[in-house]
């Protein structure tokens, strides 16, 4: 029997950063509960993969290649998913959470009457039991869940749920028999459009970020010249990209990046929940807004209530000087 199931996500048949943290996370819970790890990919022309995830410490790669598996689609992808969780009947099934992880984690969870929970900021398994964490309540409450006795559990992994580390082991990789019908097919991607990332905003040390309160295309150059004063990346809330002033590749929040720099500049960023999630980590942040009750405050260290119009520029001609 399999304890620990992890669903890889790929990304142009290549594994995703956040699925590698989910197999390291996976194999931490696995030795602390002396568990089987096993892992599962699904696409088409992926023989390179297995010998890729085997670096990162599975006991078992199943391996689901087929070509009408291309693309993700609920009802084929579940189907297959669902097929193997049935036969290796394991405890805990993890799936990154990005989009697609949380809607597919969502269908196959339905579909094997399991219990689910997205988004986990944490995982750790002690006293025999798994324990898994997720922010709430507008960010404000960290929310324990614990399965009950035997019960099964589906559950998506929020980026930063661990550091990726290198485990080599002697994997075994099985090869699925993919079985299809037509009502397992009765839709298809017509197209498929990926935009190339040009910035790795993970990896940044310092960001300063723009929010709506930015106000215009113009009022984004200041953000740009801070960030180039100070040596650090760009960032963006989701309403900054929505009206074309920055692109997704710099949006920061829930359907966006999560990053960790030792410094956050926050430029009228309100703090919606679904930016803070993104950012929260952050060592140190600063935040700047006219608004002295705006949530970014809650969570800032330094507080400026101002005009970025006049902050920034000020900042950015210490900074230069």
Known sequence: MSDILVYIELLENEITDVGLQCLTKGR?????????????????????????????????????????????????????????????????????????????????????????????????????????????????????????????????????????KEDKRSAEVVNLDVVLNENDLVSKVINREIAKKTVNLKAAKIIVTAGAGVGSRNNFKLIEDLATAIGGEIGATRPVVDAGWASHDRQIGQTGTTVKPDLYIACGVSGAVQHRVGMMDARTVIAINTDPSAPIFRIANYNIVGDLNVVVPKLTKLITR
């Open 28 to 164: 931490e819970l696995a030795d602390k509960s002396g568990s089987k790890l096993c892992c599962v990919v699904i696409g088409s022309n992926i023989a390179s993969v297995p010998e890729k995830l085997a670096c990162y410490g599975p006991d078992t790669i199943f391996v689901a290649d087929d070509a009408r598996l291309k693309n993700y689609l609920a009802t084929p992808y579940k189907k297959v998913l669902a097929d193997l969780i049935n036969k290796l009947s394991p405890k805990f099934i993890f799936f990154p959470a990005s989009t697609l992880g949380n809607d597919f984690a969502a269908t196959v969870s339905s579909e094997i009457k399991a219990a689910c929970i997205l988004d986990c900021k944490k995982a750790d398994y002690r006293a025999n039991a798994l324990t898994l964490k997720r922010l709430e309540f507008d960010g404000k409450v960290l929310t324990n869940f614990t399965p009950q006795n035997e019960s099964r559990v589906v559950a998506t992994l929020k980026d930063g749920i661990a550091d990726v």
